[in-house]
């Protein structure tokens, strides 16, 4: 089997004015040096991409989006395409983040379209699967997890696919405090990676990162990592601080 490089990636969500992104990712660059056997990815908000891709330039550090909008140009009043994020310095775009999904009318659909856009466009995509705490106590676990990425992978080939990076982040611990227990996290991850082997084949399936998502922290990622089939971590309010991202990716 192939080894797959852990990714440790960092959504700032809304938080963060430019000088603050450009501070804390200055601090980051220093901490972390030349750190070579993890990929690491920030994902600021689109106005502090720019001035933060001159900061992380010659160093490991790569840079994402929170979204993007599968139209290339056009009357989409605050829409940001995905050639407008290339050019500001992003490598990966995070697609269908479950707060995404729930505040703004996020689709398996529009997952499906953002992530051909992405693709097209030789951006990594990161797409975020994951089930809410309702859907995970009647059971529906795998369910939704199969609806979500059957339907978001849609009509797209394995060959296109290799890039691809999936998320899982259970709704019910995202900023809650909760985490899923190392076992339930594997559990989820080997489903995931079975999905993926059902539609799009072994090669796929054994070369495919998947991330965990939802309250990681310094101290749970070392005991998450261990995990078989967990690649690395989507990681919410702990990236925000350089020092506490430092020792998530450092595990």
Same mark, same amino acid.
Request: proline share 4%.
């Given at each position: 089997?192939? /080894? ?8 700032? @969500?809304?938080?963060?004015?430019? %000088? ?9 660059? +220093? ?17 502090? &991409? =720019? ?5 992380? +330039? ?6 994402? %989006? ?5 139209? #290339? ?5 605050? $829409? ?28 398996? $659909?529009?997952?499906? @379209?953002?992530?051909?856009?992405? &693709?097209?466009?030789?951006? !990594? ?7 809410? =705490?309702? =859907?995970?106590?009647?059971? @529906? ?5 199969? /609806? ?9 080939? %394995?060959?296109? &696919?290799?890039?691809? !990076?999936?998320?899982? =982040? ?7 405090? +909760? ?17 993926? $082997? ?9 070369? !495919? ?8 922290? #310094?101290?749970?990622?070392?005991? &998450?990592? %261990? ?21 998530? !990716?450092?595990?």
């Amino acid at each position: 089997m192939e /080894k797959r490089t852990p990714l440790i990636a960092g959504n700032w @969500k809304m938080f963060k004015t430019c %000088s603050q992104a450009v501070q804390t990712a200055r601090q980051l660059v +220093k901490l972390i040096g030349t750190v070579s056997d993890v990929d690491v990815m920030i994902a600021p908000p689109f106005t502090a &991409l =720019e001035p933060v891709s001159h900061i992380i +330039k010659q160093s490991p550090v790569a840079m994402g %989006s929170q979204d993007i909008f599968w139209e #290339p140009r056009g009357a989409f009043t605050g $829409q940001i395409s995905a050639e407008m994020i290339v050019s500001a310095g992003c490598r990966y775009a995070i697609i269908g983040h479950s707060e995404r999904r729930q505040y703004f009318n996020e689709t398996d $659909q529009t997952v499906n @379209k953002k992530i051909a856009c992405a &693709l097209n466009n030789y951006l !990594i995509p990161i797409m975020c699967v994951g089930e809410s =705490e309702h =859907e995970r106590e009647a059971e @529906k676990t795998f369910s939704v997890l199969d /609806k979500q990425i059957k339907k978001g992978l849609e009509n797209l080939s %394995s060959n296109k &696919l290799q890039s691809l !990076i999936i998320a899982y =982040e259970p709704v019910w611990a995202i900023g809650t405090g +909760k985490t899923a227990s190392t076992d339930q996290a594997q559990e989820v991850h080997q489903y995931i990676r079975g999905v993926i $082997q059902k539609e799009s084949g072994n090669k796929l399936a054994a070369s !495919i990162r998947i991330l965990y998502g939802g309250s990681v922290k #310094p101290d749970n990622i070392a005991a &998450l990592m %261990s995990m078989p089939d967990v690649d690395g971590a989507l990681v919410g309010g702990a990236s925000l601080d350089a020092e506490t991202f430092q020792a998530i !990716i450092q595990f």
